[in-house]
């Protein structure tokens, strides 16, 4: 019972290029999310997605990109990396309603240089 | 911006004390939920709340949601070592896919 699981757990990047963060339940859910957290800012969403095949922009989305190809699959891209997305990133799942609670990966701790 | 205020932002107790923390909004919500966090892994669900002036209790813990339905505080009593975490707080609003956190009060018990 895996739950969600967030691939890499750790990555460092120059600055300028491009990765690629995996996000994988096994819940069935609907609902998926990728939120950064910065020290003293809290969990910030930064895309968002309903269902296969739709995505949604949440609080801070410049500079990414998302991808929800399968539903149990959200990929989160960034394709030029810079210092300020140095960041934890954590993906979550909720099923049919996010008043019920999320469950979160354990997240992907992004550096870039 | 910050939707969801909390506070304090930081609480260090010694073992055997009593702690709140406190969640403030301007805004109504449909429902309130309490997560813990521990150093490098990501949150995990304590409770939801739903109706306004509703009280929860999980052993130790006790969640409860104010009567106007913007703001909510949590209780320790008796804390441990265990309890150590950041403890966070997020609001759903009604006809909305998703919540919004607040920065998070970093709670220390002492040995």
């Known amino acids: 019972n895996a739950g969600v699981t967030q691939t890499p757990k750790f990555r460092v990047l120059k600055t300028g290029q491009s990765m690629t963060l995996l996000c994988a339940q096994d819940m069935n859910h609907e609902y998926m999310y990728w939120y950064r957290q910065d020290p003293g800012m809290g969990l910030r969403l930064i895309h968002y997605?309903?269902?296969?095949?739709?995505?949604a922009k949440g609080e801070v989305p410049d500079g990414y990109n998302v991808s929800r190809l399968k539903k149990q699959n959200f990929l989160l891209g960034l394709e030029s990396a810079a210092p300020s997305q140095t960041s934890v990133y954590f993906c979550?799942?909720?099923?049919?309603?996010?008043?019920?609670?999320?469950?979160f990966g354990s997240g992907t701790r992004l550096t870039v240089v | 911006t910050q939707l969801l205020e909390q506070s304090p932002q930081f609480l260090s107790i010694q073992e055997g004390e009593n702690l709140t923390v406190y969640c403030n909004s301007s805004?109504?919500?449909?429902?309130l939920q309490w997560y813990r966090q521990e150093p490098g892994e990501g949150p995990v669900l304590l409770v939801t709340v739903v109706t306004g002036g509703e009280v929860k209790k999980l052993k130790r813990l006790t969640f409860q949601f104010g009567d106007a339905r913007k703001d909510s505080s949590l209780h320790i009593t008796a804390a441990q070592p265990g309890d150590t975490g950041l403890y966070l707080c997020?609001?759903?609003?009604?006809?909305?896919?998703?919540?919004?956190f607040g920065a998070g009060t970093t709670v220390t018990v002492r040995a």
């Open positions: 805004s109504v919500f449909s429902s």
């Open positions: 997020a609001g759903a609003y009604y006809s909305d896919y998703k919540l919004s």
């Open positions: 979550a799942s909720s099923d049919d309603s996010p008043h019920y609670g999320y469950t």
């Open positions: 997605s309903v269902g296969e095949g739709t995505t």
